[in-house]
């Protein structure tokens, strides 16, 4: 596929294609002088000395072990000292577009973030108490994760969007006897009642905590519970309270995983690494410039929104947009509203949303200005070079630099992409790795595989931002991520490597399927289906087959407007066939109007998986999915009996 070459999106970006080799090099052969330099980014209370000091077998992993500092510091504090807290940190866009947005400057921020610290401390909060967090996209979602660095707690943000059973899972699963919530949260007109669940889930068996802490949000009446429930503005005060000097080691957050493969793991990450990890990949990814406006879409319940809404833009000094609505509301073109709304010039977002949006036509996103617009990020699952396109194109008038980042929750930030200006982008492929990482691709036994290749993608050197352990369960972190290929980090995903050492990620390994012998990813026949102009969407699984070993068992959503129909059957055959080659021809296509996905937005092909299978009976832990409707109705309709 040609690449296209890198606009120019900005005179002094960060780094250029001769900057990216020589840091590139450097980083991996002098990783602690690399990574010691890096760290000069944040301010720390005592520098470190030295930077990595690990081994993957026996696992064990530190980063900048004799240095202290403090995450709230550097995002907050710090810019106050520094003369710039009249600068903008957060800009809230409100649910419902008639209500007015709200600019929090660093000084504000600050004195947001001690009011919450000074609330969670009268409530007892000490350092090393873990605290959950379930909370709308609001900015005091920021000030509670910024409160509980700034004191040292560890918080561990549940996405609102889940169920009182899944919140009191990962209540008890780490321990939490702290939670913080709002009487109720705002998505695209709607109403989440947040204190309720919270309510609901502390009324399961065996579920208990010291304190709810309330923000009063939307205004809905709440039941109450004396002693344990406390509203926000009755606990703040501006007492000074100083931030907390912490270990680099010192757990900063927990996070559990999407459950896109299984049970949700309670990832821990530390202080330090995590610190500059985060802080250099937003620096280098989004290549910001000051005064620019950046807008990441995610929820502050996925890594993404922890990595780059609040500690990676916070910590280079940024101006972070919060948006607390969905895509679709009022309509399709609320995004591009925003962006001409707020000239938003660096714009993350995931490839669900892009499909999403695609699918109601070029239109909507024309009716906006986005001329503000530079650099156009994608994450969470391979993004089909189809939609890659109608991104590059349409949203970005074919003049941003789009930078797809693979990475994941246990990562911490950005692993594998391209650089704005500083590589050419190639529809489709994530890019090169980042500064410090070393992906090496291998086969099922392990074997090394060299050049222009696929296999299973591992990282083989540790980089400052990768998780410490699943909390409370090291064995578990040892066998998931160490043990399959040992002394390797494996990723779970599988991967090719071009000519020109541009990686391409073919989507989970369990997804590959096995036709005749032949291996192909998935996402390759996903990507060919929405390559045809009827297809918005295609979830691809293999099923036993008796003469094929697997067959393939395509899902299908179709674009606005369109109909199913034995013809349109017949031609999608023939069009992946012409795409790809009479290998992967479709055994089955099953037209759905919706796909399970977790609430993230990703795909659960495990789940087609067993329907595709006919064993639906065991379809495992489903807590993580936003609609369970939609799996009933494609049991029901299901092609494979
Ligand atoms: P679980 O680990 O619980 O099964 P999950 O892997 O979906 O859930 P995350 O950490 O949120 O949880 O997602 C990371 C995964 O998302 C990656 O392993 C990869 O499969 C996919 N992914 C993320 N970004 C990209 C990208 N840019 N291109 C391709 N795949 C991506
Ligand atoms: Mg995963």
Same mark, same amino acid.
């Given at each position: ?14 780094? $250029?294609?001769? +900057?990216?080799?020589? !840091? =590139?090099?450097?980083?991996?052969? *002098?990783?602690?002088?690399?990574? &010691?330099?890096? #760290? ?85 909060? $000490?350092?090393? +108490?873990?605290?959950? !967090? =379930?909370?709308?996209?609001?900015? *005091?979602?920021?000030?509670?994760? &910024?409160?509980? #660095? ?492």
């Amino acid at each position: 596929m040609d690449a296209i070459s890198p606009p120019a999106t900005h005179q002094n970006a960060h780094a $250029k294609a001769e +900057d990216y080799h020589a !840091l =590139y090099r450097q980083s991996a052969e *002098e990783p602690d002088a690399f990574w &010691l330099k890096q #760290a000069e980014r944040l301010h720390w209370f005592v520098p470190p000395t030295r930077a990595g000091d690990w081994s993957f077998d026996p696992v064990d992993i530190k980063w900048y072990e004799d240095g202290t500092l403090n995450l709230c510091h550097n995002a907050v504090d710090r810019h106050v000292e520094e003369r710039h807290g009249d600068q903008t940190a957060i800009i809230f866009e409100p649910d419902d577009p008639a209500d007015e947005a709200r600019h929090i400057s660093y000084d504000e921020l600050k004195r947001e973030v001690v009011a919450m610290a000074n609330a969670l401390k009268a409530l007892g909060v $000490k350092k090393g +108490d873990r605290v959950t !967090l =379930y909370m709308p996209m609001i900015p *005091e979602g920021a000030y509670a994760m &910024l409160a509980c #660095a700034r004191i040292g707690a560890v918080h561990s943000v549940v996405f609102g969007g889940f169920s009182p059973e899944a919140l009191a899972g990962r209540i008890t699963d780490c321990g939490s006897r702290f939670v913080i919530t709002a009487d109720a949260g705002k998505r695209g007109s709607k109403t989440v009642p947040l204190k309720a669940n919270v309510d609901a889930a502390l009324a399961q068996d065996g579920v208990d905590v010291d304190a709810v802490l309330v923000v009063k949000h939307v205004g809905s009446d709440v039941d109450w519970t004396e002693g344990r429930d406390h509203w926000l503005h009755d606990k703040v005060s501006d007492a000074a309270c100083p931030c907390e000097p912490m270990a680099a080691e010192d757990p900063l957050f927990i996070l559990y995983t999407s459950g896109s493969t299984g049970k949700p793991k309670g990832v821990l990450h530390t202080t330090g690494g995590y610190g500059v990890w985060t802080a250099t990949t937003f620096h280098y990814v989004f290549d910001y410039q000051p005064g620019e406006i950046y807008w990441c879409t995610a929820d502050i319940g996925w890594v993404t929104g922890h990595s780059y809404i609040v500690y990676g833009p916070l910590m280079n000094r940024a101006t972070s947009l919060m948006f607390e609505g969905v895509p679709s509301y009022p309509d399709a073109s609320r995004f591009w509203a925003v962006v001409e709304k707020h000239k938003v010039n660096l714009f993350y977002t995931a490839p669900t949303a892009i499909r999403a949006l695609m699918r109601e036509g070029d239109a909507p996103v024309q009716k906006h200005d986005r001329s503000s617009l530079r650099v156009l990020g994608s994450v969470g699952e391979p993004i089909n070079p189809e939609a890659w396109r109608w991104y590059y194109e349409v949203v970005g008038e074919s003049r941003c630099a789009v930078v797809d980042t693979w990475w994941q929750t246990e990562t911490g930030g950005i692993m594998i992409t391209t650089l704005p200006n500083a590589h050419a982008m190639k529809p489709g492929s994530a890019g090169k790795p980042f500064f410090g990482i070393q992906p090496q691709l291998v086969d099922n036994d392990g074997g090394v595989l060299e050049g222009a290749t696929e296999g299973n993608l591992c990282i083989t050197a540790s980089w400052p931002g990768q998780a410490r352990t699943v909390y409370g369960d090291h064995e578990r972190f040892i066998q998931t991520y160490f043990s399959t290929y040992k002394g390797k980090y494996f990723t779970g995903d599988g991967c090719r490597r071009d000519e020109d050492g541009y990686y391409w990620i073919t989507g989970r390994v369990d997804d590959v399927i096995n036709v005749s012998g032949h291996r192909m990813g998935t996402a390759e026949v996903e990507s060919a289906l929405v390559l045809h102009d009827k297809v918005c969407e295609a979830a691809v699984v293999g099923y036993p087959h008796d003469i094929k070993g697997q067959g393939i068992y395509c899902y299908v959503t179709l674009n606005a407007g369109e109909e199913s129909s034995d013809d349109l059957c017949a031609e999608l055959r023939a069009h992946v066939r012409k795409e790809i080659g009479p290998i992967a021809t479709p055994d089955h296509l099953h037209f759905t109007p919706g796909l399970p996905k977790t609430r993230s937005g990703k795909i659960m092909r495990r789940i087609l998986r067993k329907i595709a299978e006919n064993d639906y009976g065991a379809l495992g832990d489903t807590s993580t999915l936003a609609d369970p409707s939609v799996v009933d109705e494609l049991i029901e309709t299901r092609q494979n009996r």
